[in-house]
């Protein structure tokens, strides 16, 4: 462990439950999403990669803000949120939705948790749902109350997490299901545990719902972790983009349709409600899309770390679109990319041109997710 060097935070962003115990623990750049600060690096991100793929990690993702919807019409006010059909949602499961506005761009991609019959949690990429859901909320007609509440998640993800888990709670917890959520305590500290995560790893997300119980829990889950050589992380833009997992404000925004992404699975248009966006969904469906996201394997030295800037892709001298989110994989000796391009230039296979930040470079179109496309990890 470490300890803190003068970062030169300030009072405007939030510091999470666990930040000291992150500094402790050899946090050394820190990064700000959904008005908070979020530890970027522990050291060497091919590291952290390789910890998380053959061990675990625990990662503070306190950032991912919880928006609590609750109240008489909470199931109803919630579709009308997402495009996705959440009429055989259970309670004590989970789903993964998209949120638009009503030109049919994505405003989130959040993880919905459903706590009880009237009770959601929508668990937050970086952007104001909060504001979005109450401002509809206004005008809707339905009796809910929304708020944020005291609720912060970690993520203990790896091949190892399930016998850490074991190690903490038992071992019922190995019955939770992939994308189920269980509430527990751990020496009288309240959590609802869900089987999620963003790694495309075996993993679990653990949500506090007591703040000032965020350094016991840190230092209670590394302690019973060193057994297994768990290790403090980050989120690992290897493993994410590996695993063709998006990054909102990368690889979508609030111009992005889901049919861009190819996420038409989240879209059922013929459902009963009428949520927001359904019939600009149904036109842009009906059109057809002009641009789409696509793999790329990048033909140059191993990038030093993920692009900062979107790159641009040209194909016989003309733009065609642009690299999102890259990176180069140790694990597949590649370069890889998620790219959004012309769908008239977006077959596996094309052959284009990027302009990175060192120079001009070849790549070739090619299937996305990179590595285990069908998850057998995450879902073991």
């Not at 104001?128 to 339905?142: E, R």
């Not at 495309?200 to 230092?219: A, C, F, H, M, R």
Request: net charge negative.
């Amino acid at each position: 462990m470490t300890q803190s060097e003068d970062f030169g935070f300030g009072t405007q962003i939030r510091k999470s439950p666990y930040f000291d115990a992150t500094v402790r623990w050899g946090a050394k750049a820190f990064s700000v999403y959904n008005h908070m600060y979020i530890p970027r690096e522990f050291g060497d991100p091919e590291q952290n990669f390789w910890n998380l793929v053959n061990d675990a990690i625990l990662c503070d993702v306190a950032v991912e803000r919880q928006v609590e919807i609750t109240g008489p019409d909470a199931a109803q006010f919630v579709q009308l949120l997402t495009p996705r059909d959440l009429s055989k949602l259970a309670e004590g499961q989970c789903k993964y939705i998209l949120i638009t506005n009503a030109e049919g761009g994505i405003l989130n991609d959040p993880i919905l948790l459903r706590l009880g019959e009237n009770r959601f949690w929508i668990s937050l990429a970086d952007s104001d749902i909060l504001f979005w859901a109450q401002g509809v909320a206004v005008h809707s007609g339905l009796d809910v109350t929304i708020c944020e509440p005291d609720v912060s998640p970690l993520q203990l993800q790896g091949p190892k997490s399930g016998e850490i888990m074991k190690a903490l709670f038992g071992e019922s917890i190995s019955e939770l299901k992939y994308y189920w959520l269980k509430e527990v305590e751990l020496n009288g500290i309240p959590l609802i545990v869900s089987r999620t995560g963003w790694s495309s790893e075996l993993g679990y997300e653990l949500y506090l719902q007591d703040g000032s119980k965020g350094n016991e829990l840190w230092e209670k889950i590394m302690d019973v972790g060193s057994k297994f050589n768990l290790q403090p992380g980050h989120t690992s833009s290897i493993r994410r983009i590996e695993g063709g997992m998006l990054s909102y404000h990368a690889d979508m925004d609030i111009h992005t349709n889901p049919f861009e992404l190819g996420l038409d699975r989240l879209v059922n248009l013929d459902i009963e409600s009428n949520f927001i966006g359904k019939e600009a969904l149904k036109k842009i469906q009906a059109e057809g899309i002009a641009r789409r996201q696509v793999g790329l394997e990048l033909e140059c030295e191993p990038l030093k770390g993920p692009n900062t800037t979107f790159w641009e892709i040209t194909k016989n001298g003309k733009g065609i679109g642009k690299v999102t989110s890259a990176v180069y994989s140790p694990r597949l000796e590649k370069n890889i990319a998620l790219a959004m391009v012309c769908s008239d230039h977006s077959s596996i296979g094309d052959l284009v041109n990027v302009s990175t930040s060192s120079g001009m470079i070849s790549a070739t179109i090619v299937e996305k997710p990179f590595f285990d496309p069908k998850k057998k990890t995450a879902t073991a």
